[in-house]
């Protein structure tokens, strides 16, 4: 069968947090069965939100700078071969959210509200954000399903109205950071099983929701609801974007723009492994000063 060519929806506008919400108008009747789950990395914000997590630590001497390019060569590498080096799993699961091990979690959501204002909100696509907004400006409600940290999307929602984020989830006692997961890293087919939970729980219509995305790896949470939508595609989801029909925007602008991180299992224990060196050293260099 021949593919339907689908048009793309560009908007050439830099990203921008357009300084929070629209302008008051009458609140429509809640859609309860109705939602939107946003993708975050490269599909709501430029670049991968762990990665400007990290960039914040650097500026605080969580992290240093070479640990910052080590990754960043990674992830060209990563482009350049256009594939995706999963690896063992269990490594990068371990990996995952190791940095944070002993950390207080007001202490984690404390730098992750510094570090957005400062780094994330002005790489958020305005493009993606009215997409958002369309969705709420509905009645609808709308979540974040990302790999990162849920401490950080909870925040990404916060600040931008959304409803509320589905994460990769660290274990925590007595407030406090084991270093462990708890379930699977949100990547691949976890987001589609965490989203199907989520309707099941919130008694949504998953025929009725909408699913965005840039990356192949989120095929399965956008076959799970009604209507998916590729947003800033890679080549591989753009190709079956147009197979299926599906709506396409891209708020890049001139050419494809190159992405600081690779939404992929192995990106996130990556730049995991990088904060996790630079914060062993800082707590070794505050033993030290104590």
């Given amino acids: 069968m021949a593919s339907r060519k689908v048009p793309v929806s560009t908007d050439t506008r830099s990203p921008s947090s357009e300084g929070g919400s629209a302008s008051a108008a009458p609140t429509p009747p809640p859609d309860r069965a109705a939602a939107a789950f946003f993708d975050v990395d490269n599909t709501l914000m430029q670049g991968a939100s762990i990665y400007w997590f990290a960039r914040g630590l650097a500026a605080r001497n969580y992290v240093t700078t070479s640990d910052l390019l080590r990754f960043a060569w990674q992830q060209l590498r990563f482009r350049v071969l256009a594939t995706e080096h999963v690896g063992d ?27 957005f204002d400062e780094l994330m909100a002005p790489r958020i696509w305005a493009g993606a954000r009215r997409l958002a907004q369309g969705h709420l400006d509905a009645g609808q409600r709308v979540w974040l399903v990302s790999a990162a940290p849920v401490e950080i999307g909870r925040v990404i929602a916060a600040r931008l109205g959304l409803t509320g984020a589905i994460g990769t989830v660290a274990e925590v006692v007595d407030g406090a950071y084991t270093g462990r997961l708890v379930g ?46 590729a947003v800033n595609p890679d ?3 753009l190709r079956e974007a147009r197979r299926r029909g599906w709506e396409v925007r891209d708020f890049r602008t001139g050419r494809r723009a190159v992405k600081i991180a690779v939404p992929s299992t192995a990106a996130v224990g990556l730049v995991a492994g990088a904060v996790t060196a630079g914060l062993a050293r800082h707590r070794r260099r505050s033993s030290v000063r104590t």
């Fill in 89 to 115: 799993m269990s490594q990068v699961k371990e990996a995952a959210l190791a940095f944070v091990e002993g950390w207080q979690v007001e202490e984690v959501e404390r730098l992750a509200e510094e570090i």
């Fill in 184 to 229: 699977d890293l949100m990547h691949g087919p976890a987001k589609a099983e965490a989203v199907t939970r989520l309707a099941a729980a919130e008694g949504l219509d998953l025929s009725r929701c909408t699913a965005y995305s840039d990356s192949a790896n989120d095929l399965p949470m956008l076959a799970a609801a009604g209507r998916g939508v």
């Fill in 235 to 237: 080549s591989a989801l």
